[in-house]
T-cell receptor, first 113, second 114 residues
């Protein structure tokens, strides 16, 4: 079945460091891919998305490219801030009759000043 | 902006009680979802609803039921609460079932069953 695997956390970085959070997926067909972010005490917010191969989603300095050949959608940011501290979830939309979202287990990012 | 409102941020109930979690969205979305979030397991889908009075089981429906009598409201019901249902519950809505439409989430209800 469809699934999402993302790197385990926590990831601890200093401010202005480069961030990569790995995400790989298993899916039949051509799913849409998403990154959601959950700040402390809040629900999930859509961070970025990509709907087809080679698409790059971007928002708030974060980027991710839909790589069909490696079935990956890694999240990157060139210079993290303390305010980026949150849990990041990779997800795919299964594109079936229900178009459900399938989530990874989440990666906690802690950015230290 | 889409607003998804969950009725309680924190809730404490006792084993065996019938528990209602309420979710309201204000953007006329057709689809609504209930998830539970547990450490190391991510989000797991409990139930979803395509539209009013429609419901489908998700991945972990056992011990839960839902109600969608009005388009804006989607209720999750724990028929007889048990301690293994202690969790964070998240509601979401989406404009129809198109794969590239994002889901919009509420802030969650942290439920403790004693």
């Amino acid at each position: 079945g469809n699934s999402v695997t993302q790197m385990e956390g926590p990831v601890t970085l200093s401010e202005e460091a480069f961030l990569t959070i790995n995400c790989t997926y298993t899916a039949t067909g051509y799913p849409s891919l998403f990154w959601y972010v959950q700040y402390p005490g809040e629900g999930l917010q859509l961070l970025l998305k990509a709907t087809k191969a080679d698409d790059k989603g971007s928002n708030k300095g974060f980027e991710a490219t839909y790589r069909k050949e490696t079935t990956s959608f890694h999240l990157e940011k060139g210079s993290v801030q303390v305010s980026d501290s949150a849990v990041y979830f990779c997800a795919l939309s299964d594109g079936g009759a229900t178009n459900k979202l399938i989530f990874g287990t989440g990666t906690l990012l802690a950015v230290q000043p | 902006d889409v607003k998804v409102t969950q009725s309680s941020r924190y809730l404490v109930k006792r084993t065996g009680e019938k528990v209602f979690l309420e979710c309201v969205q204000d953007m006329d979305h057709e689809n609504m979802f209930w998830y539970r979030q547990d450490p190391g397991l991510g989000l797991r889908l409990i139930y979803f609803s395509y539209d009013v009075k429609m419901k489908e089981k998700g991945d972990i429906p056992e011990g839960y039921s839902v109600s969608r009598e009005k388009k804006e409201r989607f209720s999750l019901i724990l028929e007889s609460a048990s301690t293994n249902q202690t969790s964070m519950y998240l509601c979401a809505s989406r404009l129809r079932d198109f794969s590239n439409q994002p889901q919009h989430f509420g802030d969650g209800t942290r439920l403790s069953i004693l």
